[in-house]
T-cell receptor
Framework: DAGVIQSPRHEVTEMGQEVTLRCKPI?????LFWYRQTMMRGLELLIYFNNNVPIDDSGMPEDRFSAKMPNASFSTLKIQPSEPRDSAVYFC???????????FGNGTRLTVT | GESVGLHLPTLSVQEGDNSIINCAYSNSASDYFIWYKQESGKGPQFIID?????DKRQGQRVTVLLNKTVKHLSLQIAATQPGDSAVYFC????????????FGKGTKLTVNP
């Protein structure tokens, strides 16, 4: 089992640029979560999907953030335009059973200058 | 604000000693709790979980205790090893709610040889 795969591992971009983060959940997992981690705010849930449908996006900071899950094996988190305050580590996680442990990827470290 | 909080950001122990990491939660409706371990540059890794119908659960070298009366959760690590050095997070899920996990800010455990 390859686990949750995220790409890229590191992303450095300039303010105003579009950023796209990618995630491949564990095969057979039907729930997918996007979290953001910062020193100040810790791990925050941005959005989660169940069977490719967004269920709760209340954590998405603002309209600059969007997430999609076109199929069961792929999801993207897009920031457009990016701002320095978006700098953080973004994690994707998946699970197959509701209210059970999430399996996390190793994250994408985003730096916006 | 967050309903799960860790008030001790760092904990330092000697190799071979037992470690206790504490977590306070404020939402009495939470009924599922998870402990995660996060090593530098990696995503959170599941350690152990507990549901509110239990007050203790044991794993390999780890024990989670749940005190619903005072809304307190603890993780005990027996015979702490250098490989246990990491940041530890507790997370909670609210009964009847979504699959959303709310994370505490974490405690950094350092094991001294």
């Amino acid at each position: 089992d390859a686990g949750v795969i995220q790409s890229p591992r590191h992303e450095v971009t300039e303010m105003g640029q579009e950023v796209t983060l990618r995630c491949k959940p564990i095969s057979g997992h039907n729930s997918l979560f996007w979290y953001r981690q910062t020193m100040m705010r810790g791990l925050e849930l941005l959005i989660y999907f169940n069977n490719n449908v967004p269920i709760d996006d209340s954590g998405m900071p603002e309209d600059r953030f969007s997430a999609k899950m076109p199929n069961a094996s792929f999801s993207t988190l897009k920031i457009q335009p990016s701002e320095p305050r978006d700098s953080a580590v973004y994690f994707c996680a998946s699970t197959s059973v509701p209210r059970s442990p999430l399996h996390f990827g190793n994250g994408t470290r985003l730096t916006v200058t | 604000g967050e309903s799960v909080g860790l008030h001790l950001p760092t904990l330092s122990v000697q190799e071979g000693d037992n470690s206790i990491i504490n977590c306070a939660y404020s939402n009495s409706a939470s009924d599922y709790f998870i402990w995660y371990k996060q090593e530098s540059g990696k995503g959170p890794q599941f350690i152990i979980d507990i549901r509110s119908n239990m007050d203790k659960r044991q794993g390999q070298r780890v024990t989670v205790l749940l005190n619903k009366t005072v809304k307190h959760l603890s993780l005990q690590i027996a015979a702490t090893q250098p490989g246990d050095s990491a940041v530890y997070f507790c997370a909670e899920n609210i009964q009847g709610g979504s699959e959303k996990l709310v994370f505490g800010k974490g405690t950094k455990l350092t094991v001294n040889p």
